[in-house]
């Protein structure tokens, strides 16, 4: 079929070739898959279990745990380690002229803290 063809199809008919073409695609992708999951299962011995079903999830590795290193004065129970993106109250606050010094947990605190979550 050559361009000049398709340029005097109308909608419907272009729609029609569409849809035909779409069909068409499918079912080779399809019979494309199933020729090589069997040439996989054939050169696994038989073995081979569908490529889908295979896939575990992949587990993360256990991180330590951080602890914080800045505390919001206002709300004692929001802090931030230091790590990621800066939160809400911190950008904020350095917003209005704040430095990021002023928000830093005490050493006594952070030693307390440590001893909180060894227990």
Do not use: C
């Not at 696994?44 to 490529?51: F, K, T």
């Not at 050493?107 to 001893?115: A, G, H, T």
């Amino acid at each position: 079929m050559k361009k000049s063809d398709l340029k005097l199809m109308s909608a419907d008919e272009l729609w029609a070739l569409h849809e035909v073409v779409a069909q068409l695609l499918t079912a080779k992708i399809t019979a494309e898959k199933r020729e090589l999951e069997e040439r996989l299962r054939r050169l696994s011995g038989g073995s081979h279990i569908r490529l889908a079903e295979s896939r575990s999830p992949r587990e993360r590795r256990p991180y330590p745990r951080v602890l914080p290193k800045y505390r919001n004065p206002q709300q004692p129970g929001e802090s931030w380690s230091g790590r990621g993106k800066k939160p809400r109250w911190l950008v904020t606050q350095l917003k209005s002229g704040h430095k990021m010094e002023e928000f830093r947990i005490g050493e006594d605190e952070l030693q307390e803290l440590q001893r909180g979550s060894s227990r």
